[in-house]
Nanobody, 124 residues
Framework: QVQLVESGGGLVQAGGSLRLSCAASGRTFSRYGMGWFRQAPGKEREFVAAISWSGASTYYAESLKGRFSISRDNAKNTMYLQMNSLKPEDTAVYYC?????????????????WGQGTQVTVSS
């Protein structure tokens, strides 16, 4: 079983930046495809970005391309989400998730392992 812990959320003004981290423990981190999802109040959890086990393949929600960047450091068992030019509509709880395979996907139901989430609030 893998345990995931997100950090790096907080309150930021519109136009600012944040970097989220997802620390993994348990089984071998480098074997997992990983993803970031977010959920705003009253809305469904939605895909943000995903990365394959090696980091060679990355995927983004179309609306976030160019502002968000996903990466991972397998030596540190950590995945990151760099978020730039933040907007109030980016306000949500951000979750990291892990698959039991090394390939990434944008489908949340294919991620059996989830962190507890970190709140990101963007003020206007």
């Amino acid at each position: 079983q893998v345990q995931l812990v997100e950090s790096g959320g907080g309150l930021v003004q519109a136009g600012g930046s944040l970097r989220l981290s997802c620390a993994a423990s348990g089984r071998t981190f480098s074997r997992y495809g990983m993803g970031w999802f977010r959920q705003a109040p009253g809305k469904e959890r939605e895909f943000v970005a995903a990365i394959s086990w090696s980091g060679a393949s990355t995927y983004y929600a179309e609306s976030l391309k160019g502002r968000f960047s996903i990466s991972r450091d397998n030596a540190k068992n950590t995945m990151y989400l760099q978020m730039n030019s933040l907007k109030p509509e980016d306000t949500a709880v951000y979750y990291c998730a892990a698959r039991d395979t090394g390939w990434a996907t944008d489908t949340r139901y294919e991620y059996p392992h989830w962190g507890q989430g970190t709140q990101v609030t963007v003020s206007s």
